[in-house]
């Protein structure tokens, strides 16, 4: 399985970005799909994750009402729609393939691509 993101960049404060990370294999339908960011010297950080099917998601405190995440099965692509960005969301925002069930759990994640760079200035 190999994960590529894209997308990254820099905006001021206040836009917004789409990420997109598009899997290789024919079982990306049959696992959820996260998003974590991670800034030097500090642990990687949940974002938000989709269900198998996209009907469910679940975000980080920081980031709910302004991202939204989205997956295409169809295109084995998961997206990240990041409105009112904010200086504190800079990072390299790394997508993750999970397994059955919704997750914050970095460790429940085994496949990760790598990175995508989001810079916000203020």
């Known amino acids: 399985v190999q994960l590529q993101a894209s997308g990254g960049g820099l905006v001021q404060a206040g836009g917004f970005l789409r990420l997109s990370c598009a899997a290789t294999?024919?079982?990306?339908?049959?696992?959820?799909m996260g998003w974590f960011r991670q800034v030097p010297g500090k642990e990687r950080e949940f974002v938000s994750s989709?269900?198998?099917?996209?009907?469910?998601?679940y975000y980080a405190d920081s980031v709910k009402g302004r991202f939204t995440i989205s997956r295409d099965n169809a295109k084995n692509t998961v997206y990240l729609q990041m409105n009112s960005l904010k200086p504190e969301d800079t990072a390299v925002y790394h997508c993750a393939r999970g397994s059955t069930e919704l997750s914050n759990d970095v460790k429940r994640y085994a496949y990760w691509g790598q990175g995508t760079k989001v810079t916000v200035s203020s």
């Open positions: 294999g024919r079982t990306f339908s049959s696992y959820t």
């Open positions: 989709v269900s198998r099917s996209g009907y469910s998601t």
